[in-house]
């Protein structure tokens, strides 16, 4: 099994500064590996077909409209799920000095996750962006593996880190993640076409707090 993560947003509470209204973290899973790998070509592909370099990056924020509908129109037949999670950042709903700090922030809304799939998750193998502090990343591996493997169950066997520019199912997960975030905010353009398009892989999409 293998679980694919990613987020759109920031984790700030500076909303005044240009921080998000809304932190979304994605978990984008496939039961079968040769599911995962045939994805993984049909994306390649993809970039051939657009005239697109090898080695580009599908980022669902830089993305125009038309590469956008194309990727997701292109994923959306092969056999993967996804959880959400978004954070909602307003300020008389989020309290507690916990969320102040960027890191703790994240773990956090991982976790949250986390325990809305694994019931769904058995030994998995999650793949982050290696992007970032390697050192909080560890950090989050050791977080994830203590808080969510309980009972003896191991619902996480490993956590790996990959850069996103060479994983196009991270990539995949960026954009499960930007669809989600905007999803929330209806009044953002193609919002509805883009979820609708893979809505029928959706398990839960949780807003938090409520």
């Not at 959306?76 to 709903?93: E, L, S, T, W």
Request: glycine residues 4%; aromatic residues 12%; charged residues 25%.
């Amino acid at each position: 099994m293998l679980v694919f993560i990613d987020e759109s947003g920031d984790p700030g509470l500076k909303l005044e500064k240009g921080s998000s209204q809304y932190f979304t973290v994605a978990l984008v899973v496939f039961n079968d590996n040769e599911e995962a790998v045939a994805c993984d070509q049909r994306i390649e592909l993809l970039k051939r077909e657009l005239n697109l370099p090898s080695k580009y990056e599908f980022y669902f924020k830089r993305n125009s409209h038309t590469v956008r509908a194309s990727f997701l129109k292109a994923i959306a037949p092969y056999n993967f799920f996804y959880y959400g999670i978004v954070i909602n950042k307003d300020p008389q709903k989020l309290w507690g000095n916990g969320f102040k700090d960027k890191n703790s922030f994240y773990k956090y809304a991982c976790s949250l996750i986390f325990e809305n799939a694994k019931n769904k998750l058995a030994k998995s193998t999650v793949i982050v962006d290696e992007s970032g502090n390697l050192d909080f990343k560890r950090q989050l591996s050791f977080y994830l593996k203590k808080r969510i493997n309980l009972d003896g169950k191991e619902i996480i066997s490993k956590i790996k880190m990959q850069r996103s520019t060479s994983n196009h199912l991270i990539q995949l997960a960026d954009y499960v993640a930007g669809v989600i975030n905007r999803s929330v905010q209806h009044k953002k353009k193609y919002s509805a076409e883009y979820k609708r398009i893979i809505a029928h892989r959706e398990i839960v999409v949780q807003i938090w707090p409520k």
